[in-house]
């Protein structure tokens, strides 16, 4: 028998079916090895053992009394520290909410744990989401499990690394511009981000309204695909959230990839991707070639400007969104002689380097005399990439690229530059900025052992096609490439 | 140079935001760089191209609306409860109205 840490979903689910192990035993395991790695790695901010216990308990009871059991039962599963957690401390990786419990659970919270699965605690972050490399966090960067003097991506670095760790079986993370998928890649692991109004996302702190979203980060496609099926769906409680039926995504896995038409984008291999990365996706290509996808080569001319589009897109939702934080409903105050100077202390102190850097730029981008320069303009970009996406959809099933153009890079290595961190996102806020679900799935090593990310894009609310690829590809072996 | 230290002092103060003068400089600097970078956007012919706010697909459906009913919350208390200085049921904040 394998060591419980390393189990997936329907491996947890076997072990509790044949009553080897029981929930609470499983869920003691991976405290005891969180209270071990975590002092190295800084995975959790916050961890919920009376709740992770109770839930346990409940599944306990359920496997005694003969219960037919919810998909998620007994699974351990950590969440991302901007996803609410009812009395659980949410603080988004920021000063500014320390201390914070949310009165209420996010949607996907709620329905994961409604699903069985059991909450251990809140992965640490970029604070408010905003970053790649998990170095802005206020309670210091988490190491890469994979090498441990290593960023392990961002912002979802937490849960990207709790799973690559074996500190939980799967993690829920937020994507806005990267930051599912990036991070995902960094450390080695399936990660799922899904169609914009896919899952809700009522409860998740606001980055970026219109690109923000909640996806799994696993140990395999098939574990993404079960979680994706508990997660996805309209809640009333989030106006965005699609009325689009959620189909079984892990039953969908066995179909043959046979006669699929992939469209690998010319415009993402130019200048600034690491020769060994570039190596490693042209392998996966030709593993999924040999597994009956066929090539298509495709133009997505607006490629170049994504980047820029999106950070003024997303700076200036980010500025607006961040109004709320002032010292008067929650988290700590700084006090001023006025309310005025109460925000301006507030705040200034509150907020980290880079968030206050995003809230200035989305400021200015919304300022009189530069909203239609800038923000406008991007948005019309924005509009020309989604046409991108829709046009390639017309020849091809799938479009794939590599997640990231670089492997994880040493901790403090790119801090000083942040226009060079950002142009590093640009293989994945073009999807974002589309709206359309993409995959990062593990893609083998660099010579010096870092793993790399193949994505996989598929179209709007194509989430069991772009698993379907992910995990034909996995099981062919395509992290051993 | 296309943004200056008072429009960092202009936009940081129309986002409440108190900065030292070293964070001025900085942003100053970084904000500079990205704007510029920015600036290969005007290379684009958006001339007859909407703005994109956002993706949903404009319901076909009414799906979006939901019947506007009344449900309680009863959270105040635990509301307050993060509050930095609450007086239940308020938050209390610095003197706005001066006598």
């Known amino acids: 028998m394998s060591a419980p840490a390393t189990w997936t979903i329907p491996e947890v689910r076997a072990a509790l079916d044949a009553r080897r192990i029981s929930a609470r035993e499983l869920v003691k395991d991976f ?66 909410l320390q201390g914070y419990r949310p009165p209420y659970d996010a949607t996907a919270v709620e329905r994961l744990e409604r699903s069985g699965a059991i909450i251990l605690g809140k992965t640490n972050c970029d604070e408010f989401a905003m970053g790649s490399s998990n170095e ?41 511009g990267g930051s599912i998928r990036q991070p995902g890649s960094f450390c080695g692991v399936p990660a799922l981000n899904p169609s914009y109004g896919r ?26 695909a079960i979680v994706m099926s508990v997660i996805a769906g309209r809640d009333p409680r989030d106006s965005t959230s699609a009325s689009v039926s959620v189909p079984d995504y ?34 996966g290509i030709a593993l999924l070639e040999k597994l009956g996808c066929r090539r298509i080569s495709i133009r997505m001319p607006n490629t170049d400007y994504a980047i820029a589009a999106y950070y003024i897109i997303a700076t200036a939702e ?17 006090p001023g002689a006025t309310l005025i100077e109460t925000y301006q202390k507030t705040r200034g102190r509150g907020f980290g380097a880079e968030v206050k850097r995003r809230i200035v730029l989305g400021t200015y981008v919304l300022s009189a005399g530069y909203y239609d320069a800038y923000y406008l303009k991007g948005q019309k970009v924005r509009t020309l990439i989604a046409r991108d996406f829709r046009d ?39 999807g974002s900025l589309a709206g359309v679900p993409g995959i990062s799935v593990p893609s083998g090593k660099t010579s010096a052992g870092l793993p790399v990310g193949l994505q996989i894009y598929g179209p709007a609310f194509g989430e069991d096609r772009v698993l379907q690829i992910a995990h034909a590809f996995e099981q062919a072996g395509g992290n051993d490439l | 140079m296309k943004i200056s230290k008072e429009d960092v002092l202009k936009v940081a103060a129309l986002a409440n935001l108190e900065l030292s003068d070293a964070e001025v400089d900085s942003y100053r600097g970084h904000l500079d760089d990205i704007l510029t970078y920015i600036d290969k956007l005007n290379e684009v012919d958006t001339s007859n191209v909407e703005p994109l706010a956002q993706v949903v697909a404009a319901a076909e459906d009414d799906s979006a609306l939901r019947e506007d009913v009344v449900v309680r919350a009863d959270v105040i208390t635990e509301v307050l409860r993060g509050a930095p200085d609450p007086e239940a049921p308020y938050f209390r904040v610095p003197r706005v109205i001066e006598k």
């Open chain 1, 250 to 283: 892990a039953a969908g896995l066995k179909q043959s990839l046979h006669g699929l038409r992939i469209g690998i984008p010319d415009d993402y291999f130019g200048e600034g991707i690491d020769p060994e990365v570039r190596k490693k996706v042209e392998a």
């Open chain 1, 392 to 430: 390639a959809f017309q020849k091809v099933d799938a479009i794939v690229t590599p997640t990231s153009p670089v492997p994880a890079f040493r901790l403090g290595e790119r801090t000083a530059n942040p226009l060079q961190m950002y142009l590093a996102d640009i293989y994945t806020v073009t």
């Open chain 1, 318 to 334: 980010a500025s607006s969104n961040l109004a709320r934080y002032d010292g008067v409903r929650y988290g700590p105050r700084v």
């Open chain 1, 136 to 176: 802005n966090s206020a309670y210091g960067p988490v190491r890469n499990p994979v090498a441990p003097d290593h960023v392990p991506g961002g912002s979802s670095g937490g849960s990207a690394a709790a799973v690559a760790a074996n500190l939980s079986v799967a993690a829920l993370g937020t994507d806005t």
């Open chain 1, 199 to 224: 899952v809700s996302r009522y409860g998740l702190i606001a980055y970026a309204s219109s690109l923000d979203r909640i996806g799994p980060l696993t140990r395999t496609v098939r574990d993404a």
């Open chain 1, 31 to 96: 405290y005891t090895r969180i209270e071990q790695r975590n002092p190295e790695l800084n995975i959790f901010l916050a961890l919920s053992p009376e709740r992770a216990y109770a839930q346990a308990d409940k599944i306990d009871a359920a496997i005694a009394a003969g219960d037919a059991l919810p998909t998620l039962a007994g699974v351990p599963v950590a969440i991302k520290d901007v996803i609410s957690t009812h009395g659980i401390p949410t603080t988004c990786g920021s000063r500014i």
